[in-house]
């Protein structure tokens, strides 16, 4: 089993920045891969980034979010994180980090996560 633990949310004023922490533990040695989804009010869960454990990374297509989220492991926090920059009120959701032991491919795909955090909220003012 792998507990999945998010940190870093709260709230910030419109084009101010943001750093979430995400923290796995238990049968970590089977992970393949990490990520990072979003899910706003009245709104499915969506994409945001995903690092797998060599560090290749893939990113949502959404156009306003690539270039202003970053995903990345700190080695020394042993955490995978995203760097979230420009910050809008479009991007106010709850934000759930996921865990997914499934190494044929790195993917955005939700259902191939099996551990998921509680996620933690996200708010952005004008």
């Known amino acids: 089993q792998v507990l999945v633990v998010e940190s870093g949310g709260g709230s910030v004023q419109s084009g101010g920045s943001l750093r979430l922490s995400c923290a796995a533990s238990?049968?970590?040695?089977?992970?393949?891969?990490m990520g990072w989804f979003l899910q706003a009010p009245g709104k499915e869960r969506e994409f945001v980034a995903a690092i797998d454990w060599i560090g290749k990374t893939i990113y949502t297509d959404d156009s306003a979010a690539r270039g202003r989220f970053t995903i990345f492991r700190d080695g020394a926090k042993g955490t995978v994180d995203l760097q979230m920059n420009s910050l809008s009120p479009d991007d106010t959701a709850v934000y759930y980090c996921?865990?997914?032991?499934?190494?044929?491919?790195?993917?955005?795909?939700?259902?191939?996560?099996?551990?998921w955090g509680r996620g933690t909220q996200v708010t952005v003012s004008q």
């Open positions: 238990g049968q970590t040695v089977s992970i393949y891969a």
């Open positions: 996921a865990a997914t032991e499934l190494d044929d491919r790195l993917s955005g795909n939700a259902g191939r996560y099996r551990y």
